[in-house]
């Protein structure tokens, strides 16, 4: 069974990689991948077509320099999924870049099915979306149970599944392991500053992150920075650092990431999934995200949502601290870091809140992602057996 997959960005990816080992678990060696995607994906077999580092941009202002480039990676990657001839299409996240190649697929008739995996967020903006997805994709799975009721009015196959970060490997990674490794004394807190991993957001927000690590640090020396990364921004993370002249760990690995999060006595973290995987750990943590002034009026006037967090979006209630444009500030990011860090009222709520996350998150006696691949593989026999019946009445 041929499988293409899509991933724009690492989030994306490593909800593929999680797919992937979910599927061969399902079907062994009979499944093939092929697609796009990042280091975690490539680990588990798959030869990306291109660096997804190309997709992973945000906010208005700074896209626009970078749809060239985007437009001709959809060209590329339709041309592959021609050449391919795969069994399934699924794409991963990233609406954007994905609708795009759906889309395309359609127009050419290639009778490939079609799927994606996270729904776009219509109930924050764009509600039209939830409208016409039905003619793109045959079906959608989501990771929140609340996002079907979004889809389903519209003739759109919608399957909530469960989000893939209840099975992250972050649960069971033990903190003093990732002590001991980089030879870090038990009486350090240690302090996990996450910029993003985009090119963009690692350019408006670390310096923001260091400025407060800074100030941090200047309080209390017994604190311990560690800034793990990706591949896609490490060099670029590693040279504000060293500008900075702090004493930071940088780390490169999925193992080591977890590591430095259940070794954690805090976060500081951009806004997204990251967020939950600290949520999930119980790891206490503040959000900051800042994008150009012109993207942040847009953000404004179109999106339909109290809060960024998804945490406090699951829950209709702020726990973790939503710093946003003009108040992604070091001194706001210094202050409830240091709250957090005497376990006072916002540590608290903060701990009542994950238990009631991770219980929202759950879907079934499987995980998430053997959930999606069961969707998946449902999809295709679907898809055969019409083809199957189309073949037998021509004959």
Same mark, same amino acid.
Not at 19 to 43: N, P, Q
Not at 145 to 171: N, Q
């Given at each position: 069974?041929?499988?293409?997959?899509?991933?724009?960005?690492?989030?994306?990816?490593?909800?593929?990689?999680?797919?992937?080992?979910?599927?061969?678990?399902?079907?062994?060696?009979?499944?093939?991948?092929?697609?796009?995607?990042?280091?975690?994906?490539?680990?588990?077999?798959?030869?990306?077509?291109?660096? /997804?580092?190309? $997709?992973?941009?945000?906010?208005?202002? +700074? %896209?626009?320099?970078?749809? &060239?480039?985007? =437009?001709?990676?959809?060209?590329?990657?339709?041309?592959?999924?021609?050449?391919?001839?795969?069994?399934?299409?699924?794409?991963?996240?990233?609406?954007?870049?994905?609708?795009?190649?759906?889309?395309?697929?359609?127009?050419?008739?290639?009778?490939?099915?079609?799927?994606?995996?996270?729904?776009?967020?219509?109930?924050?903006?764009?509600?039209?979306?939830?409208?016409?997805?039905?003619?793109?994709?045959?079906?959608?799975?989501?990771?929140?149970?609340?996002?079907?009721?979004?889809?389903?009015?519209?003739?759109?196959?919608?399957?909530?599944?469960?989000?893939?970060?209840?099975?992250?490997?972050?649960?069971?990674?033990?903190?003093?392991?990732?002590?001991?490794?980089?030879?870090?004394?038990?009486?350090?807190?240690? /302090?996990?500053? $996450?910029?993003?991993?985009?090119?963009? +957001? %690692?350019?408006?927000?670390? &310096?923001?992150? =260091?400025?407060?690590?800074?100030?941090?640090?200047?309080?209390?020396?017994?604190?311990?920075?560690?800034?793990?990364?990706?591949?896609?921004?490490?060099?670029?993370?590693?040279?504000?650092?060293?500008?900075?002249?702090?004493?930071?760990?940088?780390?490169?690995?999925?193992?080591?990431?977890?590591?430095?999060?259940?070794?954690?006595?805090?976060?500081?973290?951009?806004?997204?999934?990251?967020?939950?995987?600290?949520?999930?750990?119980?790891?206490?943590?503040?959000?900051?995200?800042?994008?150009?002034?012109?993207?942040?009026?847009?953000?404004?006037?179109?999106?339909?949502?109290?809060?960024?967090?998804?945490?406090?979006?699951?829950?209709?209630?702020?726990?973790?601290?939503?710093?946003?444009?003009?108040?992604?500030?070091?001194?706001?990011?210094?202050?409830?870091?240091?709250?957090?860090?005497?376990?006072?009222?916002?540590?608290?709520?903060?701990?009542?809140?994950?238990?009631?996350?991770?219980?929202?998150?759950?879907?079934?006696?499987?995980?998430?992602?053997?959930?999606?691949?069961?969707?998946?593989?449902?999809?295709?026999?679907?898809?055969?057996?019409?083809?199957?019946?189309?073949?037998?009445?021509?004959?």
């Amino acid at each position: 069974m041929k499988i293409y997959l899509i991933a724009g960005e690492p989030s994306g990816d490593l909800l593929g990689s999680r797919f992937m080992r979910a599927m061969r678990k399902k079907i062994g060696a009979e499944a093939e991948f092929f697609g796009v995607g990042g280091d975690t994906m490539e680990a588990e077999g798959l030869k990306s077509l291109f660096d /997804i580092s190309d $997709l992973a941009v945000m906010g208005l202002t +700074e %896209v626009i320099p970078s749809i &060239p480039r985007v =437009l001709r990676r959809i060209r590329e990657t339709v041309a592959d999924i021609v050449r391919v001839q795969p069994d399934v299409v699924v794409t991963i996240d990233s609406w954007s870049f994905s609708s795009r190649v759906h889309k395309a697929l359609r127009k050419l008739k290639t009778g490939i099915p079609q799927a994606h995996y996270v729904a776009p967020q219509v109930w924050a903006w764009k509600k039209k979306r939830a409208r016409t997805m039905y003619k793109y994709v045959d079906v959608l799975m989501t990771l929140f149970p609340y996002e079907p009721k979004y889809f389903t009015p519209y003739k759109l196959d919608t399957r909530f599944v469960g989000h893939p970060v209840i099975e992250s490997e972050v649960i069971t990674t033990n903190g003093d392991d990732f002590r001991r490794k980089y030879n870090i004394a038990q009486d350090k807190k240690i /302090i996990t500053v $996450l910029p993003g991993s985009r090119k963009n +957001e %690692v350019a408006k927000l670390l &310096p923001v992150f =260091l400025e407060a690590a800074k100030e941090l640090k200047a309080v209390d020396e017994n604190l311990f920075f560690v800034i793990p990364t990706v591949r896609t921004v490490a060099e670029n993370v590693k040279k504000q650092v060293q500008q900075s002249g702090l004493p930071i760990l940088v780390v490169e690995t999925q193992a080591d990431r977890y590591g430095a999060f259940r070794a954690s006595s805090a976060a500081i973290a951009a806004s997204g999934t990251v967020a939950l995987e600290l949520a999930i750990c119980d790891i206490p943590h503040i959000i900051a995200y800042k994008v150009s002034p012109f993207s942040a009026m847009l953000a404004r006037k179109f999106l339909h949502i109290e809060f960024v967090n998804l945490s406090n979006i699951l829950l209709g209630r702020e726990i973790i601290p939503e710093l946003l444009q003009e108040r992604c500030v070091p001194g706001n990011i210094r202050s409830y870091v240091t709250e957090l860090l005497r376990h006072g009222d916002l540590y608290e709520k903060q701990m009542g809140g994950f238990a009631k996350v991770r219980e929202i998150l759950g879907q079934g006696v499987q995980t998430p992602s053997q959930n999606a691949c069961d969707v998946i593989l449902e999809l295709a026999a679907r898809k055969n057996k019409e083809t199957s019946c189309q073949n037998k009445k021509m004959g």
